[in-house]
């Protein structure tokens, strides 16, 4: 077995107001794992980064010996694996799945409103289309004013139209974040972390869109702190959380499997995120590029599928079916009374389609050709989508 710390240091690639890139940096600081943090510009992103690791997207960690890793979920797993302790997740099978679950819809589920938050309303939008420009992309020749228009356009194609968000289910969103801020208020009140006296997996997936999205943009910044100031404290709490301090603690309820007060959590995951797991695996399977989906009452068009999301799903299922027995005995009937179990089962395993899951964190290289590249220069790749060899995205 190849030494522990063999590839030390490691650095984290991130770009400071990316949704996940907080959460790398907030995991390798509590496990006080070795490594150098690098503000990516655009030019290395796409030139150097994104033609070995398949995207334009950060967090990408960087090995000593130049191997590198993405998806943050991901790489929390391989380095859990390298830095056992302290452990991010509970002993106890039951307590151990459901904060993977939700690790998962944080992760994934709160993409949405994040997003939505970040650029459907005006004041925000101009802040981040300056902040993405100024900080991060720039093009010879072209002028500020102009790019900061183009990428505004172009980010609220991506993350507000191409989300399905509507005039319709706007208010929708919107009621996603106040809710989950509302239970969350409430853990919080009661303990610091979601899973005890010590930051779980869970927290780390929550963390993505609370620190550098709805904890720091304008609008959603304000009613967390309006509406929910012990969100506000454990956002805090967790980016100086360090193991010498927190690893110790214990964890609440292990024995019972979720901790008082995560039910709620659960149960908005069945409404809002599980149905479009499933619809999204649906069409994956059936080789459609599009799928339309009801949350929560409100209708989501047009919505693209996402092999990465259908490969998701597959491994929710598997790690509920490879549950001990007794541990399965404690998770189903919770399942079943938030509503997530008829989603996670409803059609079985379906076909995933995303090979390059099996082999994460480790990357698949792309081979760009100078049309490809000139495309991943204009307009990156949206959120978990890849590139074919020319640079368009295929999402099925």
């Known amino acids: 077995m190849q030494d522990l710390h063999a590839l030390e240091p490691y650095t984290l690639h991130v770009y400071d107001i990316s949704y996940f890139s907080g959460k790398m940096q907030a995991y390798l600081s509590y496990k006080g794992i070795p490594h150098g943090v690098h503000e990516i510009s655009w030019a290395e992103l796409v ?20 191997t590198l890793l993405r998806d943050s979920t991901a790489m ?7 830095y056992p302790q302290p452990a991010v997740l509970p002993g106890e099978p039951a307590a151990a799945f459901f904060c993977r679950m939700l690790e998962d819809y944080a992760d994934e589920g709160l993409w949405r409103p994040a997003l939505y938050y970040r650029w459907a309303h005006v004041g925000d939008a101009t802040l981040y289309a300056r902040r ?9 020749f072209v002028p500020a004013a102009l790019l900061r228009v183009t990428v505004r356009r172009r980010q609220r194609r991506a993350y507000l139209r191409d989300e399905g968000i509507t005039a319709a289910n706007r208010a929708d969103v919107e009621r996603h974040y ?3 801020l509302a239970d969350l208020e409430a853990v919080f009140r009661r303990r610091p972390f979601l899973f005890g006296d010590r930051p779980s997996l869970a927290d780390f997936g929550y963390f993505a869109s609370m620190f550098r999205h709805f904890g720091i943009d304008p609008t959603p910044a304000r009613i967390m702190r309006d509406t929910a100031p012990a969100v506000y404290e454990w956002v805090a709490r967790l980016w100086n959380a360090r193991a010498p301090a927190y690893g110790g603690a214990a964890w609440t309820d292990a024995e019972a499997g979720l901790p008082d007060g995560l039910e709620p959590l659960l149960a908005r995951a069945a409404r809002r995120y599980l149905p479009a797991l499933h619809a999204n695996a649906r069409a994956v399977a059936e080789g459609r590029k599009r799928y339309t989906v009801s949350l929560d009452g409100k209708t989501y068009p047009h919505l693209p599928a996402v092999p990465f999301l259908a490969w998701r799903r ?6 509920l079916t490879e549950l001990p027995a007794d541990a399965a005995a404690v998770v189903r009937p919770v399942l ?8 996670l089962e409803r059609d079985g395993v379906l076909d995933d389609r995303y090979p390059q899951g099996k082999r994460l964190p480790l990357c698949t290289p792309r081979r760009l050709g100078a049309a490809g590249r000139l495309r991943l220069w204009l307009s990156g790749t949206p959120h978990h989508l890849e590139p074919r060899g020319d640079g368009r995205v295929d999402s099925a």
Not at 76 to 82: A, G, P
Not at 336 to 343: D, I, P, V
């Open 178 to 180: 106040t809710d989950e």
């Open 132 to 140: 993405f420009t100024e900080d991060f992309l720039s093009y010879p």
């Open 314 to 319: 597959a491994t929710l299922q598997r790690e």
């Open 336 to 343: 079943s009374r938030t509503g997530c179990l008829q989603w």
């Open 76 to 82: 929390i797993e391989w380095f859990e694996r390298r």
């Open 47 to 66: 030139g150097r980064i994104a033609p070995r690791t398949g995207l334009v997207e950060v967090p990408v960690v960087e090995c000593r010996d130049g």
